[in-house]
Structures are given as structure tokens and as C-alpha cells.
T-cell receptor
Framework: EAQVTQNPRYLITVTGKKLTVTCSQN?????MSWYRQDPGLGLRQIYY???????DKGDVPEGYKVSRKEKRNFPLILESPSPNQTSLYFC?????????????FGPGTRLTVL | AQTVTQSQPEMSVQEAETVTLSCTYD???????LFWYKQPPSRQMILVIR??????QNATENRFSVNFQKAAKSFSLKISDSQLGDTAMYFC?????????????FGQGTILTVHP
């Protein structure tokens, strides 16, 4: 089954404790992105990647890091989480191929930073 | 930079009736995609419908259709024969085919409630 997976689905942590949210897709997609969703703001892009070893900042990259060492994986790293990073996070992927230019989303990760 | 605006924070409709959700956007790109995503209480993001800007014909998917007005930069979603399962948050989104390809810009969302 074609899908985007994220782990963990729920995470409660404390300020300053480094964490990683994993994202994996099995569709051989070149493009992958991370978004955060906050009430009243919709979803905002944090980082995106066009292919292995190619990443770029989105609209809200401060406090986050990413890496793309393999095509299928795109982890999101919070090296020193703060309470304002409490949010719902989505990973997404897509392939640039005309009629299939659509982003497919993972199930989301609910992060709470105390 | 692109912006997407959904001016209706909440909408409600009776089961079996029709409802229209509004979306406007701003961009300097000439070639792009527009999407409507549905987010039910499970929080999963589900693609409802997709429109390519170069296509004049409005997209339709079963009970869902759009009214795409390129000159007015308007992209509304019409849901016909509303069902209880349509209750969800709906997001309008934009993706350019140029330098902003791969980046979805979302509106703030509209909460739709379908009443029995």
C-alpha cells in the first residue's frame, strides 16, 4: 500500500530535550515536506526536499533541522524544543509528474513541549 | 509570495443540501495547481479535489465540484447532497509549478458541520 508514515504519532517532551520525528514514504517520490498546523493558521511549510541531499527552508524553519540521506526518509529534528513548537506536524511527499502533482500526507504527529 | 484566504471560519448545512466553501488566492505565477483537502476529526489530510490552472474546465469528483475563476483568483468548493461524513475542516491550498513547486500554501481552514 502506497503511504507516508510518521513516528511517533504522539509525543510529550520537555523544553530543551532533543527529539526526532521520522517520516518515510514507499512511493519513490522525489519531493518531501514538513508542515506544522496551528489553530487559525492552517498548515505552514517548515522545510522541503527536492531529492537526496537537497533541502530548502519553507516559511517557518526556525528551530528545526532536516536531512535527506535516503530518498524514502525525511526526518525532522528539534535540537532544543520550546513550548512554541507545540503543534501538529505533517510529513508529505509527491512526485513531479504532470497529472500526479499531488502531495500525499502522513497521519500527523501531535507534539507537546512542556 | 503566495497567499490563500478562506474567509469563512465555520459553515453548517443540513444533510442532503448543498454548501459552497470560498477560497481566494494571490500569486504572480501563471501556472499552478489548486487543491481542496479535507481533515476529519482523525486529523488525516485527505485530498478532495485538484484543479490545474491552465485547464478552463472546472474539476469535479462525484459530489464535489469547484468553481475556478482564474482572473478573479477565486476557487470555491461546492458539496452537493451533503452527508454526515462530510463534517470536517476543509483547507484550500496552492502550489506553483515554477520556483515554488513542492510547496503547498494553505488557507486558514473552514470547519464544516453537516446536521442530520
Amino acid at each position: 500500500e502506497a503511504q507516508v508514515t510518521q513516528n511517533p504519532r504522539y509525543l510529550i517532551t520537555v523544553t530543551g530535550k532533543k527529539l526526532t520525528v521520522t517520516c518515510s514514504q514507499n512511493m519513490n517520490h522525489e519531493y518531501m515536506s514538513w508542515y506544522r498546523q496551528d489553530p487559525g493558521l492552517g498548515l505552514r511549510q517548515i522545510y522541503y526536499s527536492m531529492n537526496v541531499e537537497v533541502t530548502d527552508k519553507g516559511d517557518v524553519p526556525e528551530g528545526y533541522k532536516v536531512s535527506r540521506k535516503e530518498k524514502r526518509n525525511f526526518p525532522l529534528i528539534l535540537e532544543s524544543p520550546s513550548p512554541n513548537q507545540t503543534s501538529l506536524y505533517f510529513c508529505a511527499s509527491n512526485v513531479q509528474r504532470g497529472s500526479t502533482d499531488t502531495q500525499y500526507f502522513g497521519p500527523g504527529t501531535r507534539l507537546t513541549v512542556l | 509570495a503566495q497567499t490563500v484566504t478562506q474567509s469563512q471560519p465555520e459553515m453548517s448545512v443540513q444533510e442532503a443540501e448543498t454548501v459552497t466553501l470560498s477560497c481566494t488566492y494571490d500569486t504572480s505565477e501563471s501556472n499552478y495547481y489548486l487543491f481542496w483537502y479535507k481533515q476529519p476529526p482523525s486529523r488525516q489530510m485527505i485530498l478532495v479535489i485538484r484543479q490545474e490552472a491552465y485547464k478552463q474546465q472546472n474539476a469535479t469528483e462525484n459530489r464535489f465540484s469547484v468553481n475556478f475563476q482564474k482572473a478573479a483568483k477565486s476557487f470555491s468548493l461546492k458539496i452537493s447532497d451533503s452527508q454526515l461524513g462530510d463534517t470536517a475542516m476543509y483547507f484550500c491550498a496552492f502550489m506553483g509549478r515554477g520556483t515554488s513547486y513542492g510547496k503547498l500554501t494553505f488557507g486558514q481552514g473552514t470547519i464544516l458541520t453537516v446536521h442530520p
